[in-house]
C-alpha cells in the first residue's frame, strides 16, 4: 500500500518537471536558491515655483498728494503682495517602495540593477556608472541686497528754518505740511521745464542730440523721485522656490502640494495659514484599461520566477489655486500605469532584454544568437 501512494505522487510530480524543463535542468546552471531584490521605478516631480513679492511704501506726503497735486487715490498704508508668477517642473525616478520584487531561481543570474536599486534589463549587459544624483532644493525667502533707498535722501527741505527776533533766533521746525508744498513745487517746476524744452520756448539755448535726450530723462527721474513722496513705492522682488513631490493620487480633488499666502507667500504644506496649491493627475483611462486587459496572463507560471516590468501611463498634470488653473503639463508616469509579469521563457539566458530605468518600461526583447 506503501508504495502504491509513493508511486502515484511520483507520477503526479513528474509531468510537471518536464513542462518546466530548462537549461538548469540540462546541467549548465547550479540550482539557485536564493534571488536579487530589485524595484521597479516611479516618478517623481521637482517643482520650481518663480514667486513675487511686491511691497508697498506709503509716502510720507500721502496726505497732501490730492491737495496739492490732485492724486485722489494715494495709499497711505504699508502692504506686501504675493503673486505666483511662474512654475516650472522636471520629472526624476526613483524606487517604489509599493512596488519591491525578487527575482528568483534562475532568473537571478541576469538581472540588470540600476545604482538605486531599479530593474535596467535581463541578461542585457546593461551597465550603468552612473549615480543618483544629490538635488539640493530652496525654501528660504531671499532678502533683497544693496536698497538702501530712503525718502530722505530724494527731499531736501531743511528740517528747521532760521529764526528771528520773534522767537530770539532760535530755530523753529518747518512742519510736513510746508516740506510737502515745497516737494510739490519741484513736481511742478520739473514739468515745466521739460515743457518748456520739448516746445522750445527756453531763453537759453537747450541742449541737443544726446545730451537733449538725457536732460529729459533726468528731468523725469527727479520728478518721478519727488512724486514718491506722495505716490510711495514699490519694490518688486522676484524669488525661487524649489522642492520635489511623488503624486501617487489620482483623485479629482488632487494632492496638496505647497500652499500659498498672499501675504507670506509660498509655504510648506502643513503650514494652514496659506490656502492649499493642489497637483492633479488624470491618467490616459482608455490607456490604462487597454494596458491591464493585455496584461493578464494565462500561463500559470506567469510571474513565479518573480521578474516584472510596467507599462506607464501618460497622464495630465494639473495646478490649482483656489478655482485658478495656473500651470499644466503631459507627461508619463510610471506608478499610474499597469505590472506585469515577463514571459518566463524569456528569463534563462536564450534573450536579452532592455528596460527603461525610468518608467519600467520594456525597451526592446531580442534573441541571443
Given at each position: 500500500?506503501?508504495?502504491?501512494?509513493?508511486?502515484?505522487?511520483?507520477?503526479?510530480?513528474?509531468?510537471?518537471?518536464?513542462?518546466?524543463?530548462?537549461?538548469?535542468?540540462?546541467?549548465?546552471?547550479?540550482?539557485?536558491?536564493?534571488?536579487?531584490?530589485?524595484?521597479?521605478?516611479?516618478?517623481?516631480?521637482?517643482?520650481?515655483?518663480?514667486a513675487v513679492k511686491e511691497s508697498f511704501e506709503p509716502g510720507p506726503y500721502a496726505a497732501y498728494a490730492e491737495q496739492l497735486l490732485g492724486?485722489?487715490?494715494?495709499?497711505?498704508?504699508?502692504?506686501?503682495?504675493?503673486?505666483?508668477?511662474?512654475?516650472?517642473?522636471?520629472?526624476?525616478?526613483?524606487?517604489?517602495?509599493?512596488?519591491?520584487?525578487?527575482?528568483?531561481?534562475?532568473?537571478?543570474?541576469?538581472?540588470?540593477?540600476?545604482?538605486?536599486?531599479?530593474?535596467?534589463?535581463?541578461?542585457?549587459?546593461?551597465?550603468?556608472?552612473?549615480?543618483?544624483?544629490?538635488?539640493?532644493?530652496?525654501?528660504?525667502?531671499?532678502?533683497?541686497?544693496?536698497?538702501?533707498?530712503?525718502?530722505?535722501?530724494?527731499?531736501?527741505?531743511?528740517?528747521?528754518?532760521?529764526?528771528?527776533?520773534?522767537?530770539?533766533?532760535?530755530?523753529?521746525?518747518?512742519?510736513?505740511?510746508?516740506?510737502?508744498?515745497?516737494?510739490?513745487?519741484?513736481?511742478?517746476?520739473?514739468?515745466?521745464?521739460?515743457?518748456?524744452?520739448?516746445?522750445?520756448?527756453?531763453?537759453?539755448?537747450?541742449?541737443?542730440?544726446?545730451?537733449?535726450?538725457?536732460?529729459?530723462?533726468?528731468?523725469?527721474?527727479?520728478?518721478?523721485?519727488?512724486?514718491?513722496?506722495?505716490?510711495?513705492?514699490?519694490?518688486?522682488?522676484?524669488?525661487?522656490?524649489?522642492?520635489?513631490?511623488?503624486?501617487?493620487?489620482?483623485?479629482?480633488?488632487?494632492?496638496?502640494?505647497?500652499?500659498?499666502?498672499?501675504?507670506?507667500?509660498?509655504?510648506?504644506?502643513?503650514?494652514?495659514?496659506?490656502?492649499?496649491?493642489?497637483?492633479?493627475?488624470?491618467?490616459?483611462?482608455?490607456?490604462?484599461?487597454?494596458?491591464?486587459?493585455?496584461?493578464?496572463?494565462?500561463?500559470?507560471?506567469?510571474?513565479?520566477?518573480?521578474?516584472?516590468?510596467?507599462?506607464?501611463?501618460?497622464?495630465?498634470?494639473?495646478?490649482?489655486?483656489?478655482?485658478?488653473?495656473?500651470?499644466?503639463?503631459?507627461?508619463?508616469?510610471?506608478?499610474?500605469?499597469?505590472?506585469?509579469?515577463?514571459?518566463?521563457?524569456?528569463?534563462?539566458?536564450?534573450?536579452?532584454?532592455?528596460?527603461?530605468?525610468?518608467?519600467?518600461?520594456?525597451?526592446?526583447?531580442?534573441?541571443?544568437?
Amino acid at each position: 500500500m506503501r508504495i502504491t501512494i509513493t508511486f502515484l505522487a511520483l507520477m503526479m510530480v513528474l509531468p510537471t518537471f518536464g513542462q518546466r524543463r530548462t537549461k538548469a535542468d540540462e546541467g549548465t546552471l547550479p540550482v539557485v536558491m536564493e534571488g536579487v531584490t530589485y524595484a521597479l521605478p516611479r516618478t517623481g516631480l521637482r517643482i520650481t515655483v518663480n514667486a513675487v513679492k511686491e511691497s508697498f511704501e506709503p509716502g510720507p506726503y500721502a496726505a497732501y498728494a490730492e491737495q496739492l497735486l490732485g492724486i485722489s487715490d494715494a495709499r497711505n498704508r504699508p502692504s506686501v503682495y504675493w503673486s505666483i508668477e511662474d512654475v516650472k517642473l522636471e520629472t526624476f525616478a526613483e524606487p517604489d517602495p509599493e512596488h519591491v520584487y525578487k527575482a528568483l531561481g534562475h532568473a537571478a543570474y541576469f538581472v540588470n540593477l540600476t545604482a538605486d536599486g531599479r530593474l535596467a534589463g535581463i541578461n542585457s549587459g546593461h551597465l550603468t556608472t552612473e549615480h543618483p544624483g544629490l538635488n539640493t532644493n530652496v525654501f528660504i525667502e531671499k532678502v533683497q541686497q544693496g536698497d538702501n533707498f530712503s525718502f530722505a535722501q530724494i527731499n531736501d527741505s531743511p528740517l528747521f528754518a532760521p529764526g528771528d527776533s520773534t522767537n530770539n533766533y532760535r530755530p523753529v521746525r518747518i512742519s510736513l505740511e510746508r516740506k510737502a508744498a515745497a516737494a510739490a513745487e519741484r513736481i511742478l517746476e520739473c514739468r515745466l521745464t521739460r515743457f518748456h524744452m520739448v516746445a522750445g520756448l527756453m531763453d537759453e539755448f537747450h541742449p541737443d542730440g544726446d545730451a537733449y535726450v538725457l536732460s529729459l530723462k533726468e528731468l523725469e527721474r527727479i520728478e518721478n523721485d519727488y512724486l514718491s513722496l506722495f505716490s510711495g513705492r514699490t519694490i518688486r522682488q522676484t524669488q525661487l522656490f524649489s522642492f520635489d513631490f511623488v503624486p501617487v493620487s489620482s483623485s479629482d480633488r488632487g494632492e496638496v502640494v505647497f500652499r500659498f499666502s498672499e501675504e507670506k507667500g509660498v509655504l510648506p504644506a502643513t503650514d494652514l495659514s496659506g490656502k492649499p496649491v493642489l497637483l492633479r493627475v488624470e491618467p490616459e483611462k482608455a490607456l490604462v484599461s487597454k494596458f491591464s486587459a493585455l496584461a493578464r496572463s494565462e500561463n500559470p507560471a506567469a510571474g513565479e520566477s518573480g521578474v516584472f516590468y510596467r507599462m506607464p501611463a501618460t497622464v495630465n498634470i494639473s495646478f490649482l489655486f483656489e478655482t485658478n488653473t495656473i500651470a499644466t503639463a503631459r507627461s508619463v508616469m510610471a506608478q499610474f500605469g499597469q505590472v506585469a509579469p515577463l514571459p518566463e521563457e524569456l528569463l534563462f539566458g536564450d534573450h536579452t532584454i532592455e528596460i527603461h530605468p525610468e518608467t519600467g518600461a520594456v525597451k526592446s526583447i531580442q534573441k541571443v544568437n
